[in-house]
């Protein structure tokens, strides 16, 4: 860094968020989005139609996945991955990657630790997740104290976490995601749930104070005002967005792109084969 450049600004604090997860446990979890990660796992590891026996599982939610997958080997998602190059066939980055400060080099580290040919799937929330939430608690704020304070955990979206498999050199990339829209009671009752999950407000600028509780009411009115259940009037909605990225350890046997101008029949040629005669 030169003497002119500011350093960048730090998204997540570690330490609140492994609290957060702690807090969790004690609490006792609410795990229904893991459920459902799992699922859409196992069902994308039986469309490849091959056995996995090395598996890695890198999550700040080593209890469920332990479970999820047993005989995996559940890793932290520490800045630096606890696993062995070459080790694996396949590597699962659990729920965990949208709180990391440098996703593509996550991505990169549980590269490193495929065998050739070897399978990566990551999954996290990301997109529209908890907008309803965001925009509640941003015009709450901005009504009742005059300002605006870090809430909700800015969220990539699938067109921009698609890209970073290339870049972390897998190939084959692949992305895509899934919706779960939520019905609760009220606002208070959604970050019951998001405590339970580990996902409550771990941002580094966060305010280091209990919000207003009149912010939070009011919070809670526009919510209902605004993001109510389409299916019932007197709760509220709360979108979690599920994104997949799916990418494989580069190797010789798998299909390459070809060659620009080796095409054996032009564009033009092509299209007027399969262009319909008209009536």
């Known amino acids: 860094m030169t003497p002119h450049q500011s350093p960048v600004p730090k998204l997540t604090d570690r330490s609140a968020l492994t609290r957060n997860r702690a807090r969790a446990n004690r609490i006792g979890p609410v795990d229904f989005l893991h459920r459902i990660v799992a699922d859409e796992i196992e069902f994308r590891r039986a469309e490849v139609n091959r056995a996995f026996t090395d598996i890695a599982v890198v999550t700040g939610h080593p ?17 630096t991955l606890d696993l062995r190059p070459g080790a694996h066939d396949l590597v699962v980055h659990a729920m965990s990657l949208h709180w990391s400060e440098d996703p593509v080099g996550q991505i ?5 630790a495929l065998r050739p040919d070897g399978l990566f799937i990551a999954a996290f929330p990301a997109g529209r997740t908890l907008h309803e939430l965001r925009d509640a608690l941003t015009r709450a704020e901005a009504q009742v104290a005059g300002g605006l304070s870090p809430r909700v955990l800015p969220m990539g979206e699938i067109r921009d976490l698609g890209a970073l498999l290339g870049r972390a050199g897998l190939a084959l ?13 009220n606002l208070f009752h959604l ?19 209990p919000t207003r509780r009149d912010v939070l ?12 259940d389409p299916d019932n009037a007197d709760r509220i909605r709360a979108t979690f967005e599920l994104v997949f990225l799916t990418g494989w350890a580069p190797d010789d046997s798998q299909q390459k792109p070809l060659r620009p101008g080796s095409a054996k029949m032009s564009l033009a040629d092509a299209l007027a084969s399969i262009r319909k005669p008209q009536a």
Request: net charge positive.
């Open 63 to 79: 209890e469920f996945w332990a479970r999820a997958i047993p005989g995996a080997t559940v890793v932290t998602d520490a800045p």
């Open 191 to 209: 970050a019951r749930d998001l405590r339970g999950m580990g996902e409550g407000n771990a941002l580094a600028a966060r305010l280091r104070h």
């Open 217 to 228: 009411m009011r919070a809670a009115e526009i919510y209902a005002e605004s993001h109510a």
């Open 173 to 185: 990339p692949v992305a895509d995601q899934i919706s779960q829209n939520v019905s609760y009671r």
């Open 108 to 112: 990169a580290q549980a590269t490193r």
